[in-house]
């Protein structure tokens, strides 16, 4: 239920799920880390189609992790944003291949794409793609560019000065959104505050700062959960890995900060 003053702040009413049972963090974590994208990976192994299993999937994803709640909040909601956001996202993605080639993946496989959007088939694929934009390439002329390609740091490349870089990284980023984090509280976001429809008044200070904020903290949360989760799994099964942004505090345009 709403707590007091939130009438002012403007907060849409949520959608609740009924609660079966709250369990312990340990069981949160093997329920979204293992039994879902385990039921997922035989959907794909199954004769479904793609529209089936991805639906099905990423219902699992939404709805499991709140009809089973945590009984700490706030891995309970670190949690349901990686099952509800990120391995959802990354089950859409699988369905965008050819059935026949999603479910001839192995487990290993399907752990690395759900972790990393990629696996070996995918970037066999790629390097099809690559080989025929290059023959593009030697037909078109020097003026003649190739995709734009992410920043990829194979098991070999991740010495130590790179794990030393990784956590300075990590330590700015929790920084930045414990800042984050101490203005909301004390500002809470307002949905409503001196707003005319979807547009946002850049001259509101208030106004800029709390959706400011927000974006810090959402950009931070992504950065953090991300790199540790995804550096994990990609350690396990000796695969690339990919930076969910390539250098944010760097950045000179919208590519290099998202990219």
């Not at 909301?184 to 106004?207: H, I």
């Amino acid at each position: 239920e709403p707590g007091p003053g939130s009438e002012w702040r403007g907060m849409p009413p949520a959608l609740t799920f009924p609660v079966i049972a709250h369990i312990p963090t340990w069981a949160t974590l093997i329920l979204v880390a293992t039994l879902i994208p385990l039921a997922h990976f035989y959907l794909l192994q199954s004769k479904l189609s793609n529209s089936a299993a991805c639906g099905l999937g990423v219902l699992m994803l939404i709805v499991l992790p709140k009809l089973f709640p945590c009984e700490n909040l706030i891995f309970e909601l670190i949690m349901e944003g990686i099952s509800s956001v990120f391995f959802a996202l990354r089950v859409c993605e699988m369905a965008t291949f050819d059935r026949a080639f999603n479910s001839n993946w192995t487990l290993a496989e399907y752990l690395e794409f759900l972790g990393t959007s990629e696996n070996g088939r995918t970037r066999a694929l790629a390097a099809q793609a690559h080989k025929s934009d290059s023959d593009l390439k030697h037909g078109h002329g020097k003026n003649w560019k190739l995709k734009w390609e992410p920043k990829t740091y194979w098991p070999h490349d991740r010495t130590l000065y790179f794990y030393l870089c990784v956590a300075f990284r990590i330590a700015l980023t929790w920084t930045v959104y414990t800042f984050a984090n101490a203005y909301l509280e004390k500002y809470p976001y307002d949905y409503n505050y001196q707003r005319d429809g979807w547009l946002l008044k850049v001259w509101d200070v208030r106004s800029v700062l709390e959706n400011l904020m927000v974006a810090v903290q959402t950009f931070a949360t992504i950065e953090i959960c991300y790199t540790i989760g995804t550096l994990g799994i990609v350690s396990v099964l000796d695969a690339p890995y990919q930076p969910p942004m390539d250098a944010p505090y760097k950045s000179t345009s919208l590519r290099d900060f998202v990219s």
